[in-house]
């Protein structure tokens, strides 16, 4: 995962100029502003950055994270709000952060390339570095047939993978999953209040508070 990341940087955000997402885009782009405003908020797996410059836009403080360096390079060659911080940092090892607390998280695209078994462990960790009354929005494709790539195994954990090639000539097999609002609910666990799933055509959005 890490290797593909890496090759695919300079490629990556071509997904982002498809015609036919742009509407839906432009939605997500002004939810993601108004939900973290005058909040301190750590994003998860920022790769190169696409959502950062929205979701930061009237924030308090904005630390945009991810473990591979070429994709972080990306990001940080955009114009950004003032309140931005660039780390490197794993999005599944949260010892990077010290005793940092924020009130606001946010993750997009990056739960789908997390085991099924990961997704309630994992919230739980980040619960940790939150402060009560967090907003969390995590944010993620749909599976569109005939657009999506197809899946081209379903493992016995019932994790699916699909099979990707790069302009490089490259192929790759990628865990990629799509949760049911079911799941995604139950992953938030206990701790999850408001709880407001949408599913449009091209990605969904779960938002919560953490009580």
Known sequence: MLDYYERRAAEYERIYRRPERQDELRVLEAELA????????????????????????????????????????????????????????????????????????????????LERARWAPWLQALHTRLEPGARVMLLDNTFVPGRSTPIARTDAQGDTWQRRRLDDGSEHEILKNYPTREEAVAAAGTRARDLLWTEREHFWVLTYTLA
């Open 34 to 113: 108004t939900a973290f405003a005058g909040r301190s908020v750590l994003e998860l797996a920022c790769g190169t950055g696409w959502w950062t410059p929205h979701g930061a836009r009237d924030a308090r403080r904005w630390l945009a994270t991810d473990l591979n360096p070429g994709p972080l390079a990306v990001a940080r060659a955009k114009p950004v709000p003032p309140s931005v911080e660039w780390r490197l940092g794993d999005a599944t090892d949260f010892t990077h952060l010290g005793d940092e607390r924020f009130d606001g998280a946010f993750a997009g695209c990056w739960c789908s390339h």
